[in-house]
């Protein structure tokens, strides 16, 4: 598992190139990071061979916030990235904030067993 690699982008943002000017990787916890976050943030039916990827998170902004519901669905969707262990379980809390929620997940690698922090906000 730890020499899998991606090609390196933070979702919204472009592709990180190498230093030599080809398309950087990703491997390792940046890798399984990057993993996460396009899962969370990927609408179901966004990726036409794969319908069912993803966790939708941003249609939930202007919706009634169900910091219950979003945490499940959050432990549910990263617990599909082969980057995160399943023990010890990751711990997710989620925030109601102004038009949206911030979402703070730590799990830990399951390539390096070091603990990961992965925070972010989905908004207008």
Not at 44 to 69: R, S
Not at 109 to 117: C, E, K
């Amino acid at each position: 598992m730890s020499d899998l690699q991606d090609v390196n982008q933070w979702w919204s943002n472009d592709i990180v190139p190498a230093s030599v000017g080809d398309l950087g990787t990703a491997s390792g916890t940046l890798r399984g990071q990057q993993r996460i976050l396009r899962r969370l943030l990927t609408n179901p039916g966004d990726y036409v061979f794969h319908p069912e990827y993803g966790a939708g998170l941003p249609q939930k902004v202007g919706q009634t916030v169900d910091i219950p519901g979003i945490r499940a669905l959050v432990r549910g969707q990263i617990l599909l990235e082969d980057a995160v262990t399943k023990s010890p379980a990751p711990e997710i809390t989620v925030v109601a904030i102004p038009s949206g929620v911030s979402v703070t997940v730590n799990y830990t690698d399951a390539t390096t067993g070091n603990p990961v922090v992965l925070s972010f906000s989905v908004n207008r």
